[in-house]
T-cell receptor, first 112, second 113 residues
Framework: KQEVTQIPAALSVPEGENLVLNCSFT??????LQWFRQDPGKGLTSLLL?????REQTSGRLNASLDKSSGRSTLYIAASQPGDSATYLC???????????FGKGTMLLVSP | DAGVTQSPTHLIKTRGQHVTLRCSPI?????VSWYQQVLGQGPQFIFQ???????GRGNFPDRFSARQFPNYSSELNVNALLLGDSALYLC????????????FGPGTRLTVL
């Protein structure tokens, strides 16, 4: 069974801190790894997609890495802001048809 | 350009009833996937459709069914509703080929009483 685990479940930091969210997955035959943001009661916003042949992707203050051999991905957020407060979900792509297996998410609170 | 749209936004049903949820993909996208997100959990894959054909199915009972129309919009149907079906139902669209970013809609919040 393919599983995705996210640690920590919740994180609270003061504004301006750099932080790392962790994601681990079983089965190294991963197709891709995607990070999403979800605001309370809302849908998902795609942040970064890392293909299995890549090691990292960057977008603005966000950097995501992928290490297939250890079954891990990290999402690095630089200079956090209150607007970054949300739940962050990682999901592994399971095939060329892009079905996704999600972790439970990390709930991030950035306080002013 | 419009993103993925879903209707209705909220829905309240009673046990045993039937529900139909609707999704319109991004223009040009031919694949639609459905996910169920129970409170406090990550989304779980239910179905994927591409070019009107079912291409994948998650571990859900036969009470769940779906279809895709010629314009690539999709419906998710759930029969004989149970309290445990209360969840946020998310639709995602993609081009449907190769390495493919999934774009999610805002979801339909279903409450079963």
């Amino acid at each position: 069974k393919q599983e995705v685990t996210q640690i920590p479940a919740a994180l609270s930091v003061p504004e301006g801190e750099n932080l790392v969210l962790n994601c681990s997955f079983t089965d190294s035959a991963i197709y891709n790894l995607q990070w999403f943001r979800q605001d309370p009661g809302k849908g998902l916003t795609s942040l970064l997609l890392i293909q299995s042949s890549q090691r990292e992707q960057t977008s603005g203050r966000l950097n995501a890495s992928l290490d297939k051999s250890s079954g891990r991905s990290t999402l690095y957020i630089a200079a956090s802001q209150p607007g970054d407060s949300a739940t962050y979900l990682c999901a592994r792509g399971n095939s060329g048809y892009s079905t996704l297996t999600f972790g439970k998410g990390t709930m991030l609170l950035v306080s002013p | 350009d419009a993103g993925v749209t879903q209707s209705p936004t909220h829905l309240i049903k009673t046990r045993g009833q039937h529900v139909t949820l609707r999704c319109s993909p991004i223009s040009g996208h031919k694949s639609v996937s459905w996910y169920q997100q129970v409170l406090g959990q990550g989304p779980q894959f239910i179905f994927q459709y591409y070019e009107k054909e079912e291409r994948g199915r998650g571990n859900f009972p036969d009470r769940f069914s779906a279809r895709q129309f010629p314009n690539y919009s999709s419906e998710l149907n759930v029969n004989a509703l149970l309290l445990g079906d209360s969840a946020l139902y998310l639709c995602a669209s993609s081009l449907g080929q190769g390495i493919d970013t999934q774009y999610f809609g805002p979801g339909t919040r279903l409450t079963v009483l």
